[in-house]
Each structure stands twice: as C-alpha cells, then as structure tokens.
C-alpha cells in the first residue's frame, strides 16, 4: 500500500481547502479522481471528492479510517472501485469482501447513512476480464440489497452498444479512462438514480 501514499497525502488536503461542510463523499478510484467537474456537477450534493488514482476497494478499505479521520458528519457515500483489483488479479470474491470490509468501517463511523455502489464499468481495456467483472458486481449488488441503506447503480446499460461491447466514445484513448462524454453519462445516471432515493 505504499504506493498510495503521495495520492493519499494529496487526498487529506482535499478536505483542509474546502470551503464548506461536505454531505456528499465520491470515494474511489480514478474513475472519480479524474472527474474534473464533479463539484459542479453535483453541487447540489456539497461534494468531496476523496478518490484517489488507481485505488482498488482493498485499498480503499485500507485508507478509510485515516482519509475519513477528519469527517465528522456526512449524508451519504458513493462509492467507486474495483476494475483495478481485478486487474491486478484479485478473484471477485475478494472484491466482494473488500466491498464488505469497507461498508463495515462506513458503517462504524456514520451509522447507516445511505452508500451508493456504482458497478465496476465495462471498459474496452479490460474487455478480457469482463466475466470477472461482472461476476464481482453480482455479489457487491447481492451485498447493497441486504439492508435498506445501500443502494446500487448499473453502469453496462449506458455503456453498452448494440453489440454488446463498450462504446468507444466514453472513453479515451487508453480505452480505460472516461472520456468528457463518458461523465456526462455517468452524471446524468447518477444524477437518476439519487433522485431516486430522495
């Protein structure tokens, strides 16, 4: 975990620099560390961003009690991680325990605010793996359903063409990454589905 450590120290001066009490926490990968509009995107949430690139869930899970030092009091958690620990070669049931450990320390902390799972995205680089992805968020969504204060969101419908395989278009060259019309879908999927729980 070692690795992390610069992307973590810059994470913890997220939280000194910003200039209200957040409500909304994006925790996870790049996939939020890159969102370069997300505070305006979601304004209406008072968000943090306190992704960090290339974390995994077992990372996440790792950093939560040192990240989340300083917060007091939050509304709710989205939280986006995973294509990278299986990347690395991690099973999907290890994701789902990461997953499990993570919501366990959110959940000593905050009691039961609402988390939010977005799924592990289909991307057009890690096409190889793509039934280990979809078996992880089988289990994470299997997870959410257990109680009342975790909530789930597919990304493959609006990823999907109509073959089946990620759209070029949301992504950029490395295939991997979200491109600008990648987060605008992600933005209004999000946006959605948190109507939704309100």
Not at 37 to 60: H, M, Q, R, W
Not at 85 to 93: A, F, I, K, Y
Not at 97 to 118: A, H, V, W
């Amino acid at each position: 975990m070692l690795w992390y450590e610069e992307e973590v120290l810059r994470v913890e001066k997220v939280l000194s620099n910003l200039e209200y009490l957040p409500e909304t926490v994006f925790y996870g990968s790049s996939t939020f560390t890159l969102w370069e509009n997300l505070y305006t995107d979601f304004e209406e949430l008072k968000p943090v961003n306190l992704g960090f690139g290339g974390s995994t869930i077992a990372a996440c899970a790792w950093f939560f009690d040192r990240i989340f030092a300083p917060v007091t009091s939050i509304k709710s958690i989205l939280i986006y991680a995973g294509d990278n620990d299986l990347g690395d070669g991690r099973q999907p049931e290890e994701v789902c325990l990461f997953y499990r450990q993570l919501i366990f320390s959110i959940r000593e902390k905050f009691g039961n605010i609402p988390c939010t799972f977005i799924s592990i995205k289909p991307s057009l680089q890690r096409w190889n793996i793509i039934e280990q992805i979809k078996s992880a968020n089988t289990l994470i969504k299997a997870v959410t359903e257990e109680d009342e204060f975790q909530h789930y969101i597919d990304i493959f419908p609006e990823t999907l063409n109509a073959e089946g395989f990620p759209k070029k278009a949301l992504f950029e060259d490395d295939g991997l990454h979200l491109s600008k019309e990648g987060y605008a879908v992600w933005k209004e999927v999000i946006t959605k589905n948190i109507s939704q729980l309100n």
